[in-house]
């Protein structure tokens, strides 16, 4: 059974740039049916996606975060990483990484891949305060 | 951008009775609405994809309906573990971007 863990640092600067990696354990990062993906839940709030990179390594970000945020992958490590720069305040949050599966759906004798986010790691909270 | 509406913000029920939740769109969606469940403490979990598909695992007591704007997850019997937060989530078709909604909180009366 794959699984996914956060890991990085707690505590960043405002104006700094918050760095985490995703450890990607029990299976290949490298399959084309997974994407992988960060999702953050500031404290007693919602969730809030902030984007998502393919095996192939496109990446594609939430608007709001466009500018600020970078998802790279590193295969050979099995793992892969958010970058957000220019942290302030409001970027304090849980911060999870998720496996993203594409999943096949037909209806009406179309088919299409949706994105499913299937497994998700513990989480890591990340601070930001001087 | 599209907006997730949740309703109600929370659910007053007790165990065996049945919980309907809601979710609806700013505009119309396709079927990329998945649903979770969060519990304090941990992540969320995957519940139903494609509005009605149940994840691997997920008790027959949960079922998910909808289309256009209106969604809705159905918990037919509370278990005592169905009481948590619940989201749902959808995706635009292109470019990729995915929200949440703000979430129902299930809580035993």
């Known amino acids: 059974q794959m699984q996914v863990q956060e890991s990085g640092s707690g505590l960043v600067r405002p104006s700094q740039t918050l760095s985490l990696t995703c450890d990607v354990s029990?299976?290949?990062?490298?399959?084309?049916?997974?994407?992988w993906s960060w999702v953050r839940q500031s404290p007693g709030k919602g969730l809030e996606w902030i984007g998502y990179?393919?095996?192939?390594?496109?990446?594609y970000y939430h608007p709001s975060l466009r500018g600020r945020v970078t998802i790279s992958i590193d295969r050979s490590k099995n793992q892969f990483y958010l970058n957000l720069s220019s942290v302030t305040a409001a970027d304090t949050a849980l911060y999870y990484c998720?496996?993203?599966?594409?999943?096949?759906?037909?209806?009406?004798?179309?088919?299409?891949?949706?994105?499913?986010?299937?497994?998700w790691g513990q989480g890591t909270m990340v601070t930001v305060s001087a | 951008e599209i907006v997730l509406t949740q309703s109600p913000a929370t659910l007053s029920l007790s165990p065996g009775e049945r919980a309907t939740l809601s979710c609806r769109a700013t505009?119309?969606?396709?079927?990329?609405l998945s649903w979770f469940q969060q519990k304090p403490g941990q992540p969320p979990r995957l519940l139903i994809y494609?509005?009605?598909n149940r994840a691997t695992g997920i008790p027959t007591r949960f079922s998910g309906s909808g289309s256009g704007t209106d969604f809705t997850l159905t918990i037919s019997s509370l278990e005592p573990e169905d009481f948590a937060v619940y989201y749902c989530?959808?995706?635009?078709?292109?470019?990729?971007?995915?929200?949440f909604g703000p979430g129902t909180k299930v809580e035993m009366k």
């Open positions: 998720a496996r993203v599966s594409a999943v096949e759906s037909c209806s009406g004798g179309s088919c299409y891949l949706n994105d499913v986010f299937d497994i």
């Open positions: 029990g299976g290949s990062i490298n399959s084309g049916r997974y994407s």
């Open positions: 990179i393919y095996h192939s390594g496109s990446a």
């Open positions: 505009e119309t969606i396709a079927s990329y």
């Open positions: 494609d509005t009605s």
């Open positions: 989530q959808q995706r635009t078709n292109w470019p990729p971007v995915f929200t």
